[in-house]
């Protein structure tokens, strides 16, 4: 039972699974927030053409496991030191076994053999999921985390890659006070 990394696109009949499965997931996750929860988690999907996670701004990746998709992600630039990662998602029946981590770690490889030095994200707050992953893989939190999580519109996470333990690189990136939902 091993598993391979695959570079490829978003298009690749591959990603599907992960797609669906993505989307599904920011629908049900968020759908009491959302007045068409399915529809504005396909309209998040759609956001960004395939081109934007293709080299040499951009990759997306798959973890292909006896055949089956099982995980995978993608970035694109952000600025011209700073890739976006996207996407980040494992099959829900594999999780906890350190896919994710293999995600986050290929990607961040692929991002620093392109040139950038820093790696920037934005979660939702109902995930705690991937707040733990990202901390756990030495992601700053760039939001104010005295807040409840529900009050920010997106969630930020940065990471230095050349010195992973230096923030104030990231200081660019953080939350302002534009990103706090309407109470």
Not at 102 to 129: D, M, N, S, W
Not at 142 to 149: G, H, K, N, V
């Amino acid at each position: 039972m091993s598993t391979i990394v695959v570079d490829t696109t978003p298009l690749d009949p591959r990603a599907k699974p992960l797609l669906d499965a993505l989307l599904y997931e920011y629908a049900t996750r968020y759908e009491e927030y959302r007045k068409d929860g399915g529809a504005a988690a396909a309209q998040e999907m759609a956001r960004y053409p395939a081109s934007h996670f293709a080299p040499p701004e951009g990759a997306f990746i798959l973890l292909i496991r006896d055949g089956e998709t099982v995980g995978g992600g993608a970035f694109k630039r952000y600025d011209a030191r700073t890739a976006e990662l996207k996407r980040i998602w494992t099959r829900d029946d594999l999780r906890r076994q350190g896919l994710a981590r293999c995600v986050v770690q290929e990607l961040e490889l692929r991002a620093l053999e392109q040139g950038y030095t820093r790696i920037y994200l934005t979660t939702g707050f109902r995930q705690p999921e991937a707040w733990a992953l990202y901390g756990q893989t030495g992601y700053a939190t760039l939001f104010d985390t005295a807040l409840p999580p529900e009050v920010h519109v997106h969630l930020r996470f940065g990471k230095d890659l050349l010195d992973p333990h230096r923030i104030d690189t990231l200081e660019d990136l953080r939350a302002r006070d534009t990103d706090l939902a309407a109470r």
